[in-house]
């Protein structure tokens, strides 16, 4: 075995692998929501947002490549078994409109503390642009995540009765 594969090879138990995913796990949201409040922090609080280009492309790469992961593994969290409805897309895209609408208020008084009606005007636009963007989004994700579970399921049920049928012919011999 070459040194290269000897200092990547696991030594560690099924126990100690779950361990690991799971300070992995509490590790990379941790680090996730300080980006998140850190981006909001220091762009809309401190400096406009100036400065934030590659926290702002760091963020993106990892929401968008763990959004693809969990669609192609047909997940969605670990709270729950399926994929969310239409109704759970609905909330979650209300919910991302008002964060934006605040965020969008925030910014704007910061820039702008005298026109009050425009301030509103621009925070209302924000939250129903991004109500519709982050909606779709769901709607395309969950789709996606929806169908593979599908696949996922049924590639399993054909798995376990080619299973039976194998242990059927070796109890008939």
Known sequence: MSKFKRLFEEKVDERQRMDLLSIEHYGFWLMFWLLTAE???QGIILDGGDKILGEGIVFMIVAVFVSIGWAWKGVWSYQS???PGVKSYLAYSFLAAIIAGILRILGDV???????????NNAVITAIYTFGITFIFFLIGGGIAKIR???LALKETEDVENDED???ETMDR
Do not use: A, F, Q
């Open 39 to 41: 981006m909001i922090i």
């Open 149 to 151: 579970e599908k696949k």
């Open 81 to 83: 078994r399926k994929v």
């Open 110 to 120: 910061r820039d702008n503390s005298e026109n009050i009606e425009m301030i509103l």
């Open 166 to 168: 194998e242990e059927d």
